[in-house]
């Protein structure tokens, strides 16, 4: 695994998490039990921190990170349980709440919040400060409002998140 100290702070990592090849994840960083960060993903908690619950994946080459410049506002940035992050998206100083959703290739900037069960569609771009409410689906660059999830779309949000639980038992146990 490739973890780094900065300064005082180490990452911090539940034992049954999967920590993919290739993946770097430096400084004040927590991961909780059965949460996936797969390949090649940087989570770089050097200013500010960054907490991820139990269950939640961060899909391959997507980078997480947040803000603490000494001119600019600071956030740390706070991920959920049972949170699906997709294929190279970009996570920067951000809230995403339990069950949360950032498709893949999408982008969350700071300050901006997803609830729970919220989706910012494959693609996007979250400017800051945006908040998305729970159950809502965002697409676009800006994002929008495009419609409310159905029962279906959050069942199958939900299936992804345990479909990837598994998968990286597999992984991490070839
Ligand atoms: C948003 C999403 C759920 C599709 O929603 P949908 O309501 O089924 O969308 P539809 O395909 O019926 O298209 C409805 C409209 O939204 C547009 N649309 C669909 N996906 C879009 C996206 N990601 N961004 C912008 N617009 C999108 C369509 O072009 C269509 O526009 P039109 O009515 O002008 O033709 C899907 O595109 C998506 O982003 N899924 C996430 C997949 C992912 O990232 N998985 C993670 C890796 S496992």
């Known amino acids: 695994m490739s973890l780094y100290r900065f300064g005082a702070a180490s990452p911090t990592i539940a034992a049954s998490a999967?920590?993919?090849?290739?993946?770097?994840?430096?400084?004040n960083v927590t991961i909780g039990a059965d949460s996936s960060i797969w390949y090649?993903?940087?989570?770089?908690?050097?200013?500010?921190?960054?907490s991820?619950?139990?269950?939640?994946?961060?899909?391959?080459?997507?980078?997480?990170?947040?803000?603490?410049g000494a001119a600019g506002a600071r956030h740390p940035?706070?991920?959920?349980?049972?949170?699906?992050?997709?294929h190279l998206a970009m996570v920067h100083g951000c809230t995403i709440e339990n069950r949360g959703f950032v498709g893949l290739g999408?982008?969350?900037?700071?300050g901006c919040v997803i609830e729970s069960d919220g989706m910012l569609a494959a693609g996007?771009?979250?400017?800051?400060?945006?908040?998305?409410?729970?159950?809502?689906?965002?697409a676009g660059r800006p994002a929008k409002l495009l419609r409310?999830?159905?029962?279906?779309?959050?069942?199958?949000?939900?299936?992804?998140?345990?479909?990837?639980?598994?998968?990286?038992r597999e992984h991490k146990h070839p």
Not at 18 to 27: T, V
Not at 77 to 86: E, K, P, R, Y
Request: aromatic fraction near 4%; glycine fraction near 12%.
């Open 18 to 27: 999967f920590i993919a090849p290739g993946a770097r994840i430096i400084g």
């Open 40 to 50: 090649n993903c940087v989570l770089r908690g050097d200013v500010e921190a960054i």
């Open 52 to 68: 991820i619950g139990a269950r939640t994946n961060i899909q391959d080459g997507s980078v997480v990170h947040v803000s603490g």
């Open 77 to 86: 940035t706070l991920i959920g349980d049972d949170v699906l992050i997709g």
């Open 106 to 110: 999408a982008i969350v900037m700071d």
């Open 124 to 138: 996007a771009m979250l400017t800051p400060g945006k908040r998305i409410g729970a159950r809502e689906l965002w």
């Open 148 to 168: 409310l999830l159905s029962e279906a779309d959050i069942a199958r949000n939900r299936a992804g998140v345990a479909h990837y639980v598994e998968l990286a």
